[in-house]
């Protein structure tokens, strides 16, 4: 039983986690969605509705192969604000 209570507390510790929700760009200053990004290194920021994508600081935060693209989302005081960059596969033609 005791076993039992034990993994339940823990499934629903982790829902509460992963429930967590994500800071929404449009709703935020240019610097506040600037600041997260360059604060956590990688982040996934809202950008409207019920779109989101990961923005990152540097290479050091995407995986092997991939490049940088830079990257802008709206907020609250201006429509394109520069966060950092997305991690985008490089698809080279060989």
């Known amino acids: 039983m005791k076993r039992i209570v034990l993994s339940l507390m823990l499934v629903l510790a982790t829902g509460a986690a992963l429930a967590q929700p994500r800071p929404s760009s449009p709703e935020r ?3 506040a969605n600037r600041q ?3 604060s ?3 982040i996934v920021l809202g950008t409207g509705g ?3 994508d990961r923005f990152v600081n540097d290479l050091s935060f995407c995986q092997h ?3 940088l693209d830079p990257a802008w989302v709206p907020s609250r005081d201006t429509p394109s ?3 950092g960059y997305r991690c ?3 698809m080279r033609w060989d």
Request: proline residues 0%.
């Open 29 to 31: 200053t240019c610097a």
């Open 36 to 38: 997260s990004v360059a």
């Open 40 to 42: 956590n290194g990688a």
């Open 50 to 52: 019920y779109t989101y």
């Open 65 to 67: 192969g991939d490049i």
């Open 81 to 83: 604000c520069f966060v």
């Open 88 to 90: 985008k596969t490089d």
